[in-house]
């Protein structure tokens, strides 16, 4: 499986971004899914996810902000990043785990956040 994320930038503090992940053409359904992100020099960091049977997950950081969401018509998971912070800029990662296999990574997009 190829995991392929778009949608990075660069956007001023208080704007949005909407990030996307692709599963070479896979469903989202069975698997447990979720946006990481990191920072230069630090580890990972969980930011949402949604687990196999549905339950939703988002780091305090983000709550109330951004939206972690999948259509499996188009065979797509999101993230709706609004009201972005400075804080928040950092290589995100889509994270797949079909039930039954390995997990899969993306390579990562950027998101800058500027003042």
């Known amino acids: 499986i190829q995991v392929l994320e778009s949608g990075g930038g660069l956007v001023q503090a208080g704007g949005s971004l909407r990030l996307s992940c692709t599963a070479s053409g896979r469903t989202f359904t069975n698997s447990a899914t979720a946006w990481f992100r990191q920072v230069s020099g630090r580890e990972h960091e969980r930011v949402a996810s949604i687990s196999a049977s549905g339950d939703i997950y988002y780091a305090d950081f983000v709550k109330g902000r951004f939206t972690i969401s999948t259509d499996n018509d188009k065979r797509t998971m999101y993230l709706q990043m609004n009201n972005l912070r400075p804080e928040d800029t950092a290589v995100y990662y889509c994270?797949?785990?079909?039930?039954?296999?390995?997990?899969?990574w993306g390579l990562g997009t950027q998101v800058t956040v500027s003042l």
């Open positions: 994270f797949l785990k079909p039930v039954g296999e390995v997990d899969y």
